[in-house]
């Protein structure tokens, strides 16, 4: 996209890089063309930093809060180029593309340059590669406890979307159209983060239409 002056190197918009990658892998997938699983887990980081910026501006937040009360992955500058291994299988990626989506990083950085952008995804890519190997690991030694942890885990992401469900579908109801921003009763990161993410889920899974006039503005939420 850079090089072909969609977007200006120097001067990034995350959400602005989000929508556009997105919208090219949708294209692809029209055209029947295969969408690698690196591609895939670029998209779901996207989106994550596309969240993280939405609702620190609605905020008014500072773009590199720190997040202390959280224990979240911290990342590491990599001088070699990573490689996301093609040979994992659907229902590994699926997990991988998931904690992408849904783990909160430790600092929320500010991304200004091209460089800045593919140096987070690839921070980013190393810890969703170091998670993968410790789930793995952990599954070798004890595939019945690491099933049992995993569960709860598994369980709690799906009981938050259930619950944004039923809180969507209550206000549809009174209304055509709500807004994301209207739901939320706590306005601190990691909820207006979770309600986001949960509608995303939503309209995934076609259950709700979202629109959103505006790159840090309010998001629509409509019956599917």
Known sequence: ?????????????VVDVTD??????????KLDLRVSGRVLLYAAILVRMK???????????????????????SFYFLDEPLEFPEEVDEEELDEVILEALTSMRRRVRKITTLKDL????????????RR?????RERQEEVGIDAALRVPHEESLEE????????????????DTVTLFSLVKSWDVPTLVDYYVSVLHLAFRK????????????????KF
């Open 160 to 175: 938050m979307i259930a619950r944004v469900e039923r809180e969507v579908f209550e206000a549809l109801r009174k209304k």
């Open 118 to 129: 593919i140096d987070e995804l690839r921070r980013a890519e190393e810890v969703e590669r």
């Open 207 to 222: 259950k709700v239409e979202i629109r959103q006039e505006e790159f840090y503005g309010d998001v629509e939420i409509q």
């Open 20 to 29: 556009r990658f997105l919208k090219r892998i949708e294209d692809a997938k």
């Open 132 to 136: 993968r190997r410790r789930r793995r």
């Open 51 to 73: 969240a993280e910026a939405i609702t620190l501006e609605a905020l008014g937040g500072d773009e590199e809060e720190e997040l202390e009360m959280y224990d979240y992955d």
């Open 1 to 13: 996209m850079a090089k072909r002056g969609e977007i200006d190197p120097w001067n990034i918009d």
